[in-house]
């Protein structure tokens, strides 16, 4: 297996995620906040100008040539607002989206690096929804939402002493005291929003989850006849999603007429005060029709305050969540007293190894003590859930066990670099997990270039290049949903050939050739005596038959060894593993 360097681990732990980007895209922030303001201070002349064609029309005071001037300003001014739009829009939604990008890369990188007891305590599912809705929402945050809250206050501002100083500052007092309503309405309405978005959200997973588990299972569904039951709960859960959206359509379908009745009587009590100062004299019909402009530009940026102070408060407890993940630290890494060992021979001690699973009280192995010579083939028997996978487990770090238990070629495998220790093991799970890439990517996972030749010498050791032969494309074809599917036995030959790659002075098979038949199986073992001769093997096995040659056997039960020796020795013992090669040849002869 090869592990990456372990080094930088501990950087970044309480620098927030977030701090690093928001540096290196300042200049883009300011850049976009630059084209902000510029547009804002562009749209503020729209009303002045209507204002004073209207005024120049009315003082027959305006020719032709004027009209025609005001309209090509009118049109540059517009020009200019949509370039400066696009460079806002490209500098900080585009920064946002790089943010989103980085933080996404982090998250992963990060992952990559936890150790199995993260994976264990969280759920896929979680973790996807972290890297999904959690990364959505904190870019809604450093986009849109900060966006919105700059473009706001601005506008508001602006419009707000403009009218102040070039309208009417009685009028203006007046007409705006409605308008706060609206942000206050969008924030409150926001948050109902918020919660009922959730909910919809929710019934969307669940309808996914529920319509993925029926296209993988389709085949069960289809042996025990019901699709349907299926349908009849897709139907309910299909409903339920409707039901939910349509909470969120009519909070919405709320909200915008709300803004605009409040608009309304904003306008209303402009047009009433304003009329009558235009009436009596104070106010031009211009600066009327401008003033008028002016409240319907506060709209957006009222409702807009209502949607960031939501956005943003989502935002943040996203990046809470976020940032609790990234720093989680892997309990496996390299100690400071690791030493510098390159090279592995593949002698093995286990020590009174005593172990249970974080956050479980029951223990996966109980005191065990175990040799095995360098070059030894060691056969592991017992039932499911005795121990034997833990043991591996153990053995590639995958979980820590305590110091002094484990030792290989005589250092305490604590103290072996990771990368060294894992580089020097061939493993083949028990789960015979696959990637959905080609079957020569598979097999030479751990090299980062293929090597045609290693790759068809490994598979033919597994047993399995006749078989790879006769696929369309052979060693180029597809594993998993967009290729072929695999019979468990091709699986694990699959597997099999990977580890073989490796060549490493210790290989172990994790009930490895189980779905094998046992005429394959028994040409698999003759290529793996002659593959392993002087490497150490640790062979876990179901049927006897596949370790029976092995230099020592051991039986585990309820994680502890049981019974130990060669097949012969075993066998004149006359306990538990005698009657388990009775009961297995009682089985043979009925097949
Ligand atoms: N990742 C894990 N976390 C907690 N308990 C585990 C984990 N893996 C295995 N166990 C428990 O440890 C015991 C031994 O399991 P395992 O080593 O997988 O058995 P075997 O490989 O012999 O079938 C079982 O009781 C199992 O439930
Ligand atoms: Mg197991």
Redesign the pocket.
Known sequence: MTVQSNTSIKKQKSLSCLKKYIKKYFVSYLIGFAALIFVNLILLQFPMITGRITDGLRAESYSLINLRDDIILLLVLGLLVTVGRFIWRYFIFGTSRKIEYGLRGDFFWHLEKLS??FF?EHKTGDLMAHATNDLNAIRMMVGPGVLMVLDAVILTLLVVSKMLIDINVTLTLFAIIPLPIITVASTLLGKIIKSRFKEKQEAFSRMTEMVQENISGIRIIKAFVQEAKEICVFNKTNQNNYNKNMRVVKLFALLFPLANLITGLSIALALGYGGYLTMIGQLSLGRFVAFIQYILMLVWPMLALGWCINIISQGTASLKRFQIILNEQPDIYDNPNTKAIHHIDGSILFKNLTF?????S?H??NQITLTIKQGQTLG?V????????????LLLRL?DPPRGTIYIDGHDILDIPLKVLRNHIGYVP?DNFLFSETIERNISFAFNKSYSEQVIEAAKKANVHENIAEFPMDYQTMIGERGVTLSGGQKQRISLARALMIKAPIMIL??SVSAVDTKTEEKILQELVNERKNKTTLI?AHRLSTIKNADKIIV?DD?RIVESGTHDELLLNKSIYYDMFQLQQLELAEE
């Open positions: 199995l007891r264990n249970m699973y974080p956050n479980t029951l996966a192995l592991i017992g039932r499911t859930g005795s121990g034997k996978t833990t043991l591996v487990n979980f028990q994790d009930d876990i585990i994680g």
